[in-house]
């Protein structure tokens, strides 16, 4: 090579190798499911450990830090309580009530507002607002709806003769749960409808017209149709219901705090009442660990249902 080929020739760069990003390593999913696997550790493991251990023993809210190990007696004593047994049965039957109401008038609210009317867009806006509100607002304005002097609930009752004796709704052991359970699905059915809205969005619409066209009626179409698309959203929904029944505390709370004689006390509020009130914090646990394996059986069986439902056997 001559000195001016030499001279034309480019001079080569030097090549700086890269360390390879850890974005692209197999730790990569790892990587980001180390901060919700560390708060989860953090904030829900270690508490439940805490409060599985306390369940076991004998404390005192007055001094926590000196515990008494019982084993199972904490859990033979709520259970050989009769009262416990009503608890479990309110709170089986708030649940219930609450699930079915919220699914089945959000589904109702849902397929009038998935309908072409004037004024849909602000219906749909407004439908949020129970939602939306604080639950210790809308616990104060059930209570005040609801007060025996001055609360538009019982003048409308009284106005068309099913006026309740006294007056005081929630202060009767008959008419306190169904006034809760009013007021919870009336919080509760604004996510319902909403969720199911978008899911009946979905649905296709030449399947719709399909089964119009072969003479299917609008049951059947929803039934064949409809039913198919939004069934999921619908079980999912049942089980976020159900947790959140089972979790409800503030509401009740504030509204009767468990009476009148413990005809609205479920387990949020008779663990409260335990751990705060009679100052037995593994009493307190041993409910909370109810409640626990409660929710870990629906939850389960969530899945199986699913499960079933995805073979075709649901």
Same mark, same amino acid.
């Given at each position: 090579m001559t000195v001016l080929e030499q001279t034309k020739a480019p001079a080569r760069r030097p090549t700086n190798r890269r360390r390879p990003s850890p974005l692209g390593s197999k730790w990569t999913p790892y990587l980001f499911l180390a901060p919700a696997a560390l708060f989860v550790l953090v904030f829900q493991a270690v508490p439940l450990a805490q409060e599985i251990y306390l369940s076991f023993t004998r404390t005192t809210l007055l001094n926590p830090t000196r515990s008494?190990? +019982?084993?199972? &007696?904490?859990?033979?004593?709520?259970? @050989?309580d009769e009262s416990f047994h009503q608890t479990l049965l309110t709170t089986f039957i708030y649940v219930v009530a609450c699930?079915?109401?919220?699914?089945? *008038?959000? /589904?109702?609210?849902? !397929? /009038? #507002?998935?309908?072409?009317?004037?004024?849909?867009?602000?219906?749909?806006?407004?439908?949020?607002?129970?939602?939306?509100?604080?639950?210790?607002?809308?616990? !104060?304005?059930?209570?005040?709806?609801? $007060?025996?002097?001055?609360?538009?609930? $019982?003048?409308? !009752? $009284?106005?068309?003769? #099913?006026?309740?004796?006294?007056? *005081?709704? #929630? &202060?009767?052991?008959?008419?306190? /749960? %169904?006034?809760?359970?009013?007021?919870?699905?009336?919080?509760?059915? %604004?996510?319902? *409808?909403?969720? /199911?809205?978008?899911?009946?969005?979905?649905?296709?619409? &030449? !399947?719709?017209?399909?089964?119009?066209?072969?003479?299917?009626?609008?049951?059947?179409?929803?039934?064949? +149709?409809t039913w198919q698309v939004i069934k999921p959203a619908v079980g999912l929904l049942a089980l976020l219901m159900t947790i959140w029944s089972l979790r409800r505390f503030e509401l009740i709370w504030l509204m009767t705090k468990g009476g009148p004689v413990g005809a609205t006390e479920t387990l949020v509020i008779d663990l409260y009442s335990q751990a705060f009130d009679?100052?037995?914090?593994? @009493?307190?646990?041993?409910?909370?660990?109810?409640?626990?394996?409660? @929710?870990?059986?629906?939850?389960?069986? *969530?899945?199986?249902?699913?499960?079933?439902?995805?073979?075709? &056997?649901?």
């Open positions: 008494t190990w +019982v084993g199972l &007696d904490n859990y033979v004593r709520i259970f @050989s699930v079915v109401g919220a699914v089945g *008038s959000g /589904l109702v609210v849902a !397929l /009038l #507002l998935n309908t072409a009317f004037r004024g849909r867009g602000v219906v749909r806006a407004l439908i949020t607002v129970p939602w939306a509100a604080p639950g210790i607002a809308v616990a !104060l304005i059930a209570t005040w709806m609801f $007060n025996s002097q001055y609360g538009i609930v $019982n003048r409308f !009752l $009284n106005a068309i003769g #099913l006026g309740v004796p006294g007056g *005081s709704i #929630l &202060d009767s052991p008959r008419y306190a /749960l %169904p006034a809760i359970l009013v007021t919870t699905i009336w919080q509760l059915f %604004p996510f319902t *409808s909403v969720v /199911l809205l978008s899911a009946l969005q979905a649905v296709p619409q &030449d !399947l719709t017209e399909a089964a119009t066209v072969d003479g299917a009626g609008r049951w059947w179409t929803f039934r064949a +149709v009679s100052k037995e914090l593994g @009493s307190a646990a041993a409910i909370g660990m109810v409640g626990v394996i409660i @929710s870990f059986i629906v939850i389960m069986g *969530s899945r199986l249902v699913a499960r079933a439902a995805e073979k075709g &056997d649901v």
